[in-house]
DNA sequence: TTCCAGGTGCATA
DNA sequence: TATGCACATGGA
Protein backbone atom coordinates (compact mmCIF):
# COMPACT_ATOMS: atom_id res chain seq x y z
CA UNK A 1 0.00 0.00 0.00
CA UNK A 2 1.46 3.41 -1.23
CA UNK A 3 1.62 6.53 1.59
CA UNK A 4 2.84 9.65 1.99
CA UNK A 5 4.13 11.47 4.88
CA UNK A 6 3.31 15.54 4.86
CA UNK A 7 3.66 17.92 7.99
CA UNK A 8 0.82 17.19 9.76
CA UNK A 9 -0.72 14.40 7.23
CA UNK A 10 -0.02 10.90 5.83
CA UNK A 11 -1.90 10.39 2.60
CA UNK A 12 -2.93 6.93 2.20
CA UNK A 13 -3.54 5.40 -1.29
CA UNK A 14 -5.82 2.94 -1.94
CA UNK A 15 -8.94 1.53 -0.01
CA UNK A 16 -7.95 -2.38 -0.19
CA UNK A 17 -6.11 -2.40 2.65
CA UNK A 18 -7.28 0.46 5.01
CA UNK A 19 -10.41 1.07 6.03
CA UNK A 20 -10.82 3.15 9.04
CA UNK A 21 -14.11 1.39 10.36
CA UNK A 22 -12.40 -2.18 9.97
CA UNK A 23 -9.55 -1.08 11.86
CA UNK A 24 -11.35 0.25 15.00
CA UNK A 25 -13.86 -1.28 15.05
CA UNK A 26 -12.62 -4.47 15.24
CA UNK A 27 -11.74 -4.83 19.11
CA UNK A 28 -8.22 -4.27 18.84
CA UNK A 29 -8.47 -0.83 20.52
CA UNK A 30 -11.64 1.09 22.47
CA UNK A 31 -10.72 4.82 22.63
CA UNK A 32 -12.22 6.00 19.16
CA UNK A 33 -15.12 8.07 18.15
CA UNK A 34 -17.14 7.71 14.98
CA UNK A 35 -17.78 11.28 13.96
CA UNK A 36 -19.27 10.37 10.84
CA UNK A 37 -17.67 12.69 8.32
CA UNK A 38 -14.25 10.82 10.12
CA UNK A 39 -12.97 9.10 12.55
CA UNK A 40 -10.79 10.48 15.80
CA UNK A 41 -8.43 7.76 17.40
CA UNK A 42 -7.15 8.33 20.78
CA UNK A 43 -3.44 6.66 21.44
CA UNK A 44 -1.47 7.55 24.67
CA UNK A 45 -1.14 11.65 24.83
CA UNK A 46 -1.84 11.53 20.99
CA UNK A 47 -4.85 11.34 18.54
CA UNK A 48 -5.30 11.69 14.94
CA UNK A 49 -8.07 12.18 12.37
CA UNK A 50 -8.99 10.02 9.76
CA UNK A 51 -10.69 11.36 6.99
CA UNK A 52 -11.90 9.58 3.57
CA UNK A 53 -11.14 10.91 0.14
CA UNK A 54 -11.94 9.86 -3.53
CA UNK A 55 -8.28 8.10 -3.60
CA UNK A 56 -7.83 6.38 -0.20
CA UNK A 57 -7.94 8.05 3.47
CA UNK A 58 -6.00 10.95 5.21
CA UNK A 59 -5.10 10.90 8.67
CA UNK A 60 -4.46 14.37 9.97
CA UNK A 61 -2.27 14.46 13.40
CA UNK A 62 1.08 16.34 14.95
CA UNK A 63 2.90 13.38 15.47
CA UNK A 64 2.40 11.79 11.69
CA UNK A 65 5.44 9.30 12.41
CA UNK A 66 3.84 8.10 16.06
CA UNK A 67 0.93 7.15 13.91
CA UNK A 68 2.64 5.76 10.95
CA UNK A 69 3.90 3.20 13.03
CA UNK A 70 0.58 2.60 15.18
CA UNK A 71 -1.39 2.30 11.78
CA UNK A 72 1.57 -0.11 10.89
CA UNK A 73 1.75 1.03 7.35
CA UNK A 74 5.16 -0.74 6.84
CA UNK A 75 3.94 -3.66 6.83
CA UNK A 76 2.12 -5.46 3.90
CA UNK A 77 -1.25 -6.80 4.57
CA UNK A 78 -2.15 -7.63 0.91
CA UNK A 79 0.87 -10.27 1.45
CA UNK A 80 -0.99 -11.09 4.50
CA UNK A 81 -3.91 -11.73 3.20
CA UNK A 82 -2.51 -13.63 0.34
CA UNK A 83 -0.92 -15.48 2.94
CA UNK A 84 -4.20 -16.45 4.74
CA UNK A 85 -6.34 -16.95 1.85
CA UNK A 86 -5.09 -20.56 1.23
CA UNK A 87 -7.06 -21.25 4.66
CA UNK A 88 -10.55 -22.13 3.44
CA UNK A 89 -11.73 -20.71 6.43
CA UNK A 90 -10.54 -17.67 6.12
CA UNK A 91 -12.29 -16.13 2.44
CA UNK A 92 -15.59 -14.80 3.94
CA UNK A 93 -13.45 -12.95 7.10
CA UNK A 94 -10.78 -11.66 4.83
CA UNK A 95 -13.48 -10.23 2.57
CA UNK A 96 -15.67 -8.83 5.17
CA UNK A 97 -13.06 -7.22 7.08
CA UNK A 98 -10.54 -6.76 4.15
CA UNK A 99 -9.08 -3.19 5.27
CA UNK A 100 -8.16 -4.49 9.00
CA UNK A 101 -4.78 -3.49 10.23
CA UNK A 102 -3.18 -4.41 13.76
CA UNK A 103 -2.14 -1.67 15.55
CA UNK A 104 0.83 -1.09 17.32
CA UNK A 105 -0.72 0.75 20.49
CA UNK A 106 1.02 1.58 23.75
CA UNK A 107 2.19 -1.11 25.67
CA UNK A 108 1.14 0.57 28.99
CA UNK A 109 -2.56 1.81 27.24
CA UNK A 110 -2.89 -1.84 26.07
CA UNK A 111 -2.09 -3.46 29.29
CA UNK A 112 -4.97 -1.85 31.50
CA UNK A 113 -7.51 -1.86 28.75
CA UNK A 114 -7.57 -5.05 28.05
CA UNK A 115 -7.21 -6.44 32.26
CA UNK A 116 -10.50 -3.98 32.16
CA UNK A 117 -12.10 -5.86 28.77
CA UNK A 118 -12.11 -9.51 30.71
CA UNK A 119 -15.46 -10.85 30.82
CA UNK A 120 -16.51 -7.68 29.58
CA UNK A 121 -18.62 -6.37 26.90
CA UNK A 122 -17.05 -3.51 24.51
CA UNK A 123 -19.32 -1.14 24.74
CA UNK A 124 -18.83 -1.23 28.76
CA UNK A 125 -14.89 -1.40 28.06
CA UNK A 126 -15.17 2.07 26.24
CA UNK A 127 -16.87 3.75 29.02
CA UNK A 128 -14.79 2.84 31.53
CA UNK A 129 -11.78 3.29 29.93
CA UNK A 130 -13.46 6.96 28.82
CA UNK A 131 -13.94 7.74 32.34
CA UNK A 132 -10.46 6.74 33.22
CA UNK A 133 -9.52 9.25 30.33
CA UNK A 134 -11.60 12.03 31.87
CA UNK A 135 -11.24 11.39 35.68
CA UNK A 136 -7.14 11.25 35.05
CA UNK A 137 -5.53 11.67 31.96
CA UNK A 138 -3.74 15.22 31.15
CA UNK A 139 -6.84 17.75 29.26
CA UNK A 140 -5.20 18.40 25.72
CA UNK A 141 -7.75 21.04 24.22
CA UNK A 142 -10.78 18.73 23.14
CA UNK A 143 -9.62 15.34 24.49
CA UNK A 144 -8.19 13.20 27.17
CA UNK A 145 -4.79 11.89 26.85
CA UNK A 146 -4.52 8.14 28.89
CA UNK A 147 -3.36 8.64 31.88
CA UNK A 148 0.30 8.47 33.17
CA UNK A 149 1.57 5.41 35.47
CA UNK A 150 2.03 8.24 38.40
CA UNK A 151 -1.46 9.45 37.74
CA UNK A 152 -2.09 5.94 38.09
CA UNK A 153 -0.18 5.56 41.09
CA UNK A 154 -2.29 8.07 43.07
CA UNK A 155 -5.78 7.02 43.44
CA UNK A 156 -6.78 3.87 45.58
CA UNK A 157 -8.55 0.81 44.36
CA UNK A 158 -12.04 2.56 45.61
CA UNK A 159 -11.66 4.68 42.00
CA UNK A 160 -11.54 1.83 40.25
CA UNK A 161 -14.42 0.93 41.09
CA UNK A 162 -16.13 4.09 40.57
CA UNK A 163 -15.57 4.38 37.22
CA UNK A 164 -17.34 1.23 36.62
CA UNK A 165 -14.45 -1.39 36.59
CA UNK A 166 -15.67 -3.75 39.11
CA UNK A 167 -14.40 -6.40 40.43
CA UNK A 168 -11.43 -5.50 38.09
CA UNK A 169 -10.88 -2.67 40.25
CA UNK A 170 -8.34 -4.36 42.35
CA UNK A 171 -6.36 -6.16 39.26
CA UNK A 172 -5.88 -2.64 38.03
CA UNK A 173 -4.74 -0.85 41.42
CA UNK A 174 -2.21 -4.12 41.61
CA UNK A 175 -1.08 -3.98 38.19
CA UNK A 176 0.54 -0.14 37.82
CA UNK A 177 2.68 -0.96 40.87
CA UNK A 178 3.74 -3.92 39.09
CA UNK A 179 5.26 -2.23 36.03
CA UNK A 180 5.92 0.93 34.15
CA UNK A 181 6.57 1.71 30.71
CA UNK A 182 9.93 1.53 30.58
CA UNK A 183 9.93 -2.19 32.56
CA UNK A 184 7.38 -3.34 29.30
CA UNK A 185 9.41 -1.83 26.69
CA UNK A 186 12.65 -3.52 28.04
CA UNK A 187 10.90 -6.67 27.17
CA UNK A 188 10.54 -5.89 23.65
CA UNK A 189 13.76 -8.13 23.42
CA UNK A 190 12.13 -11.37 24.63
CA UNK A 191 11.39 -13.96 22.53
CA UNK A 192 7.21 -14.56 22.53
CA UNK A 193 6.99 -17.06 25.08
CA UNK A 194 9.23 -15.65 27.83
CA UNK A 195 7.38 -12.31 26.96
CA UNK A 196 4.05 -13.71 27.48
CA UNK A 197 5.07 -15.68 30.35
CA UNK A 198 6.29 -12.58 31.98
CA UNK A 199 2.66 -10.81 31.09
CA UNK A 200 0.96 -13.66 32.82
CA UNK A 201 2.81 -12.72 36.10
CA UNK A 202 0.78 -9.41 36.32
CA UNK A 203 -2.19 -9.06 38.09
CA UNK A 204 -5.39 -9.59 36.11
CA UNK A 205 -3.67 -11.03 33.42
CA UNK A 206 -3.99 -14.63 32.34
CA UNK A 207 -3.47 -16.19 28.73
CA UNK A 208 -6.13 -14.10 26.92
CA UNK A 209 -4.79 -10.55 28.16
CA UNK A 210 -1.55 -11.49 28.15
CA UNK A 211 -2.32 -12.41 23.88
CA UNK A 212 -3.64 -8.91 23.31
CA UNK A 213 -1.15 -7.16 24.64
CA UNK A 214 1.34 -9.67 22.50
CA UNK A 215 -0.48 -8.57 19.70
CA UNK A 216 -2.19 -5.17 19.47
CA UNK A 217 0.89 -3.59 21.94
CA UNK A 218 4.04 -5.92 20.97
CA UNK A 219 3.01 -6.42 17.55
CA UNK A 220 3.60 -10.44 17.91
CA UNK A 221 1.78 -12.45 15.09
CA UNK A 222 3.05 -15.46 16.31
CA UNK A 223 -0.21 -15.70 19.08
CA UNK A 224 -4.17 -16.19 18.90
CA UNK A 225 -5.59 -14.66 21.39
CA UNK A 226 -8.75 -16.59 22.51
CA UNK A 227 -11.90 -15.43 23.93
CA UNK A 228 -15.81 -16.08 23.70
CA UNK A 229 -16.18 -15.36 20.34
CA UNK A 230 -13.29 -17.18 19.22
CA UNK A 231 -14.44 -20.32 21.16
CA UNK A 232 -17.76 -19.65 19.59
CA UNK A 233 -15.54 -20.15 15.94
CA UNK A 234 -13.78 -22.35 16.89
CA UNK A 235 -17.00 -25.04 18.04
CA UNK A 236 -18.35 -24.04 14.94
CA UNK A 237 -16.10 -24.83 12.56
CA UNK A 238 -13.53 -26.89 13.97
CA UNK A 239 -14.07 -29.74 16.39
CA UNK A 240 -16.14 -29.43 19.73
CA UNK A 241 -14.36 -28.15 22.44
CA UNK A 242 -13.89 -26.00 25.42
CA UNK A 243 -10.63 -26.20 26.72
CA UNK A 244 -8.89 -22.72 25.62
CA UNK A 245 -5.77 -23.36 26.07
CA UNK A 246 -6.12 -26.57 23.52
CA UNK A 247 -8.35 -24.09 21.15
CA UNK A 248 -4.65 -21.79 21.19
CA UNK A 249 -2.23 -24.45 20.42
CA UNK A 250 -4.29 -25.75 17.63
CA UNK A 251 -4.97 -22.08 16.10
CA UNK A 252 -1.00 -21.07 16.53
CA UNK A 253 -0.46 -24.48 14.95
CA UNK A 254 -2.38 -23.68 12.31
CA UNK A 255 -1.93 -20.25 11.23
CA UNK A 256 1.99 -20.13 12.79
CA UNK A 257 3.29 -16.28 12.41
CA UNK A 258 0.10 -15.21 10.60
CA UNK A 259 -2.31 -16.60 14.15
CA UNK A 260 -2.61 -12.86 15.17
CA UNK A 261 -4.18 -11.43 11.70
CA UNK A 262 -6.30 -14.30 11.20
CA UNK A 263 -7.52 -13.83 14.63
CA UNK A 264 -8.49 -10.04 13.83
CA UNK A 265 -10.36 -11.12 10.75
CA UNK A 266 -12.31 -14.13 12.14
CA UNK A 267 -12.99 -11.99 15.63
CA UNK A 268 -14.23 -9.16 13.60
CA UNK A 269 -16.65 -11.09 11.23
CA UNK A 270 -17.98 -13.56 13.97
CA UNK A 271 -18.97 -10.90 16.41
CA UNK A 272 -20.55 -8.57 13.28
CA UNK A 273 -21.77 -11.26 11.31
CA UNK A 274 -22.46 -14.02 13.50
CA UNK A 275 -22.23 -16.67 11.35
CA UNK A 276 -22.24 -17.56 7.47
C1' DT B 1 -35.42 -12.67 35.29
C1' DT B 2 -31.60 -14.85 33.42
C1' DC B 3 -27.81 -14.79 30.35
C1' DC B 4 -23.72 -12.88 28.50
C1' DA B 5 -19.58 -10.00 27.62
C1' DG B 6 -12.34 -9.99 24.02
C1' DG B 7 -11.33 -14.17 31.70
C1' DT B 8 -8.70 -14.28 35.91
C1' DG B 9 -7.53 -15.83 40.55
C1' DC B 10 -7.88 -19.05 43.89
C1' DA B 11 -9.26 -23.24 46.34
C1' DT B 12 -9.58 -28.04 46.02
C1' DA B 13 -8.47 -32.80 44.71
C1' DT C 1 -2.31 -30.75 36.30
C1' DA C 2 -7.15 -29.97 35.97
C1' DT C 3 -11.69 -28.55 37.41
C1' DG C 4 -15.06 -25.43 39.57
C1' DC C 5 -16.57 -21.28 41.36
C1' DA C 6 -16.75 -16.22 42.64
C1' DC C 7 -16.27 -11.96 40.86
C1' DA C 8 -19.17 -6.16 39.24
C1' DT C 9 -21.86 -4.25 35.90
C1' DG C 10 -25.29 -3.20 32.45
C1' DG C 11 -27.53 -4.35 28.08
C1' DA C 12 -30.28 -7.86 25.57
Known sequence: MEYKIAENKISIFGKDDFNPT??????QIFSYKNCGEFYEVF??????????????????????????????????????????????????PIKFGYGIRILKNDLFEVLISFIVSANNNIKRIQLILGRLRE??????????????????????????????AGYRAKYLYNVVRQVDADTLQAWQTLPTEQLRNKLITLSGVGPKVADCV?????????????????????NKFYQPEQNREKIRRNLTDEFGLYSGYAQQYLFYYMRVRGDN
Not at 22 to 27: A, Q, R, V, Y
Not at 142 to 156: H, I, M, N
Not at 214 to 234: A, N, Q, S
Open 135 to 164: KLGEKKGDYFAFPTREKLLSVDEKFFAEIG
Open 214 to 234: LLFGFGRGDVFPVDTWIEKMY
Open 43 to 92: SKDKHAKIFETEKGFEILTDDVRYFENFFDLKTDYGLVKKKLSKFQIMQK
Open 22 to 27: HILECG
